[in-house]
């Protein structure tokens, strides 16, 4: 199980949020109230995080989040992302196994007619 989890800064605009995090170049977002804006930030993360590592990219160490300077309208907040539980979700796609079983697991399984194919 890998998570990971960065800061995020969330600036205060006349109508929602706007969000970025500072170690990952490009990965920003926006959201109308301040529960649109967590999911987004969930959001935004999951998939910048999912394609560095489907890219082979070097994922960049999260900084302290004491030592971000923000001003008087933003404020930081720490986003997780589950590896494990985003693959769950989002990556369905099928791959074909062929295995060997031992032949009394064979005729066990037929003998309670188990289908193997699906």
């Known amino acids: 199980m890998k998570k990971f989890i960065y800061p995020a800064i969330f600036v205060t605009?006349?109508?929602g949020y706007s969000i970025f995090f500072p170690d990952l170049d490009g990965?920003?977002?926006q959201g109308e109230n301040l529960e649109d804006a967590l999911d987004m930030a969930k959001d935004v993360l999951s998939i910048y995080i999912f394609d560095m590592l489907e890219d082979k990219k070097e994922?960049?160490?999260p900084s302290n989040p004491k030592l971000?300077?923000?001003d008087k309208k933003s404020f930081v907040y720490l986003i997780e992302f589950d590896l494990l539980e985003?693959?769950?979700k989002y990556d369905n796609k099928v791959v074909k196994k062929t295995l060997s079983?031992?032949?009394w697991?064979?005729?066990?399984?037929e003998e309670l007619n188990i289908n193997f194919l699906h």
């Open 105 to 109: 697991l064979n005729i066990r399984v």
């Open 27 to 29: 990965c920003h977002t």
């Open 101 to 103: 079983i031992p032949n």
């Open 59 to 61: 994922i960049p160490k």
């Open 86 to 88: 985003y693959q769950k």
């Open 13 to 15: 605009e006349e109508e």
């Open 68 to 70: 971000i300077k923000i």
